[in-house]
């Protein structure tokens, strides 16, 4: 089963929001395009989750995180 890394793009629920980012590298970062540091709470969390974990973000506001789905990017050729 495929794991969150640095490039991938996941589908996550908090509460009952459900919201898809990109993890990428710090300077790759763009939270209007949806592009979280891998080195963000979030986004360092999210590393090697699978779908179907669940795992509070550490924060000063601690939440609750579900990994819905690892999006699929087309393979190029």
């Given at each position: 089963?495929?794991?969150?890394?640095?490039?991938?793009?996941?589908?996550?629920?908090?509460?009952?929001?459900?919201?898809?980012?990109?993890v990428v590298?710090?300077?790759?970062?763009?939270?209007?395009?949806?592009?979280?540091?891998?080195?963000?709470?979030?986004?360092?969390?999210?590393?090697?989750?699978?779908?179907?974990?669940?795992?509070?973000?550490?924060?000063?506001?601690?939440?609750?995180?579900t990994v819905?789905?690892?999006?699929?990017?087309?393979?190029?050729?």
């Amino acid at each position: 089963m495929a794991v969150i890394e640095s490039g991938t793009t996941v589908r996550i629920r908090i509460g009952d929001q459900e919201e898809c980012w990109t993890v990428v590298a710090p300077h790759e970062a763009d939270y209007l395009k949806r592009r979280i540091s891998e080195l963000s709470p979030l986004g360092f969390a999210l590393l090697g989750r699978q779908p179907g974990q669940s795992f509070t973000v550490p924060s000063p506001r601690p939440y609750r995180v579900t990994v819905v789905a690892i999006e699929v990017a087309p393979v190029p050729g």
